[in-house]
């Protein structure tokens, strides 16, 4: 399993846990699950493209790290 399936597999587990809470959460919860959310499909579309591309990787590393703090944030909110 590569770096970026590893990642993508980690963010997916924790979207998933979030998604139930932001929910159910304040509107400021949902705000940024929005947001999340579109910085989730911009990631798991360019995980698809590193299986080719392998300068994809370090904007990867950033964009997953930046949704990594937004969902501690998230969480921390909830």
Not at 6 to 27: C, I, T
Not at 37 to 51: L, S
Request: glycine share 6%; no cysteine.
């Amino acid at each position: 399993m590569s770096k970026v399936e590893k990642m993508l597999a980690e963010l997916k587990q924790k979207r998933d846990e979030l998604e139930v809470q932001a929910r159910l959460g304040s509107m400021e919860a949902k705000q940024q699950w929005e947001a999340l959310e579109k910085q989730w499909n911009d990631f798991a579309a360019k995980a698809e493209v590193e299986k080719t591309a392998e300068d994809v990787s370090s904007a990867l590393d950033i964009l997953g790290g930046e949704l990594k703090k937004g969902y501690e944030r998230l969480k921390n909110a909830l």
